[in-house]
């Protein structure tokens, strides 16, 4: 525990294009914590996707291990950067090791602290789908880091429960989750990028790992179809830098008058693309939490979501990878107005923009303030 007045140096580690989305919250929200010294650690476990999101809210990395290598492979990423973060904390000797949601660099964070015995605090707690193999090795890396945390920062009321079915019940907090608080604070200010023609937009991402081959492959084959069938539809794809994603979708896709593969966009006007959208496809774990909160239907391209909550509450609905089923899915949204309006409801239920500042509060105490 930190003395009163003494300054307690949290380090916020983010590696990938989603922990900077909702890790910018609370590094932001901290910084202005008189209390707090905040060290930004990138772990550059994403390069470019990762440089694009710190640009969008202004946050420079103090530190960065710069760790992506070409279509990397899960062990050597991990040994590369475990062996980094611990050099790294070793010299940094923080008070708290602060990592959101369930990618490399969380489980690596978690347990680097924990050989450290510095108290780490997981940001996005709880979420499973109970399946090890979906996603993977997302569901494993959360129940590490979930074993290995000290404070668990859950987002729902669901994603308490399911630490309290693993023994977990001390230090859970639910908050929220941060991707609500980045999101009002860039949608507020960002206006719907401009329909083409007058089509629909349809926006698509898509690339989780067990995704690869033959799902990816019969999702870009029920986008084909359904642009093919619906002369007003246009598709937006900024495709994943992953070659496992790119090299695949640019066969099936590219060359379509209609479907635009474009690069990653910055986080603005992406947020920009999702207001603008009138369906999006996906099967990420951000998106997912984004568009219902801008009213968008989303229909998510997976067998099982580690966030049920939108599903329950009717605005997003997972049709699997089949492409008949995605196809059906869309279909029905793109042909009946009441069943569209029924699943754009403006529902979020993932938090109401103030996440950050009761994970702030935990700390805060923690420090002595
Ligand atoms: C990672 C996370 C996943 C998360 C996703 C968010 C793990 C195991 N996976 O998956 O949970 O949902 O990020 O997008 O932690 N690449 C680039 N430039 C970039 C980013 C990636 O070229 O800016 C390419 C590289 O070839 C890299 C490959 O993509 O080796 C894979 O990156 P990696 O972080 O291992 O996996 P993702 O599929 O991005
Ligand atoms: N995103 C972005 N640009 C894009 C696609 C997505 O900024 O071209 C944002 C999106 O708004 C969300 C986050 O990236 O906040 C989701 O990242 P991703 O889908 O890569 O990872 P996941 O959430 O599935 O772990």
């Not at 489980?107 to 996603?135: C, K, N, Q, W």
């Not at 968008?296 to 605005?315: I, Q, S």
Request: glycine fraction near 8%.
């Amino acid at each position: 525990m930190t003395k009163p007045q003494e300054q307690a140096k949290i380090v916020c580690v983010v590696g990938t294009r989603p922990e900077a989305v909702k890790m910018a919250p609370v590094i932001l929200a901290l910084q202005r914590e008189p209390w707090a010294q905040v060290r930004v650690l990138a772990t550059g476990q994403h390069r470019q996707m990762l440089d694009q999101v710190l640009q969008a809210f202004g946050i420079t990395a103090d530190i960065d291990l710069d760790m992506m290598q070409p279509n990397q492979d899960l062990t050597s990423l991990t040994a590369r950067m475990l062996t980094a973060m611990d050099r790294v904390l070793k010299v940094e000797q923080p008070s708290a090791v602060l990592a959101q949601g369930d990618t490399t660099t969380v489980m690596v964070a978690a347990l680097a602290s924990f050989y450290l015995h510095i108290p780490f605090g997981h940001v996005e707690a709880g979420l499973r789908t109970g399946d090890l193999r979906r996603p993977f090795p997302e569901e494993m890396n959360r129940v590490m880091a979930g074993r290995l945390a000290q404070w668990h920062f859950a987002p729902t009321e669901s994603a308490r429960q399911n630490l309290a079915r693993e023994g977990i019940t001390d230090e859970v907090y639910v908050t929220g989750n941060t991707v609500i608080d980045a999101l009002q604070q860039v949608a507020a200010h960002t206006p719907a990028s401009e329909a083409h023609e007058g089509r629909r937009l349809v926006l698509v991402t898509m690339h989780r790992r067990e995704s690869f081959g033959g799902p990816l492959e019969e999702a870009c084959n029920a986008i084909r179809t359904l642009v093919d069938a619906y002369p007003d539809v246009e598709v937006l794809y900024p495709v994943h830098r992953n070659p496992n994603v790119l090299g695949p979708v640019e066969k099936l896709l590219g060359g379509h008058p209609r479907i635009r593969l474009v690069e990653p966009l910055d986080y603005v006007p992406f947020v920009a693309a999702m207001k603008s959208a009138y369906l999006v496809l996906t099967d990420s774990g951000g998106v997912q939490e984004e568009a219902p909160a801008l009213a968008k239907p989303v229909l998510v391209m997976r067998e099982e979501t580690e966030r049920p909550e939108a599903v329950a509450a009717g605005v997003v609905q997972l049709v699997g990878t089949d492409a008949q089923k995605i196809v059906g899915a869309a279909r029905r949204l793109l042909d009946d107005p009441a069943a569209y309006r029924a699943m754009a409801k403006g529902v979020s239920p993932y938090g109401d923009g103030k996440a950050a500042g009761r994970i702030v509060d935990v700390l805060r105490r923690y420090a002595g303030h």
